[in-house]
């Protein structure tokens, strides 16, 4: 099972060479104002027109529309699986996608660290093979640059300590892109534009051998 892993494209989707695959993830911020309904009909239709029989989508802190008109935003995104704090199964892989992501400035899906979002990882299902997030957890891709603090969120870092899924897409701290493997767990920051919103990096993809164990993930 190839699945392309994408994130963080900002309205400049169309530049972006994506790679064939079984299963296109975006893990947020595909809109550049957040608030015009024409960004999303553009993303959507770009969708429809790229050849991976899935797509799932989540939102990210910029994709403003799906957090304050929600049933607008949502009804324009037809050409995908769009998740919200949600689940579904693709091909035996059970995925679940939150665009929620640790307070920061005044974005969208902003929830304070600790408590505040705990209860949202609690949500996440103990058999997720492919978790969603717009935002990284502590420790792992989330740094702007190698000497910038961690920005990631702990509590999400304690979840999928104990849930251990196969797969983790993310994005939201564009200097983090890359991939990290442990034992149990990909992770891949998707993010395709730099810190300037540049669009500087490919995407990228995930081989996962569906109903094996974690320890035949193979990364490429």
């Not at 972006?16 to 959507?44: C, K």
């Not at 920005?151 to 991939?179: D, N, Y």
Request: proline content about 5%; overall charge neutral; hydrophobic content about 35%.
């Amino acid at each position: 099972m190839r699945i392309v892993c994408i994130s963080d494209t900002h309205g400049q989707h169309r530049q972006l060479t994506v790679p064939e695959g079984d299963i296109l993830i975006h893990a947020g911020d595909f809109m550049r104002s957040g608030q015009r309904l024409n960004e999303i009909v553009d993303f959507n239709d770009w969708l429809g027109s790229l050849p991976h029989p899935h797509k799932v989508v989540i939102a990210g802190n910029h994709d403003l529309l799906f957090e304050s008109y929600p049933e607008m935003a949502r009804g324009r995104l037809n050409n995908t699986t769009y998740l919200e704090n949600s689940g579904a199964e693709i091909f035996g892989l059970k995925f679940w996608g939150s665009p929620v992501q640790p307070t920061f400035h005044n974005w969208a899906f902003n929830v304070d660290r600790g408590a505040a979002i705990r209860r949202y990882w609690k949500k996440i299902p103990s058999d997720t093979d492919v978790l969603i997030t717009h935002g990284p957890p502590f420790g792992t891709l989330d740094k702007i640059d190698i000497l910038g603090p961690h920005l990631g969120c702990e509590e999400l870092a304690k979840t999928i300590s104990q849930i251990r899924p196969r797969l983790h897409v993310f994005g939201h701290i564009h200097g983090g892109h890359g991939q990290e493997t442990t034992k149990a767990t990909a992770f891949v920051n998707a993010a395709v534009l730099n810190e300037r919103y540049e669009l500087t990096h490919k995407s990228q993809t995930i081989d996962l051998i569906v109903n094996r164990g974690p320890e035949r993930n193979s990364i490429r």
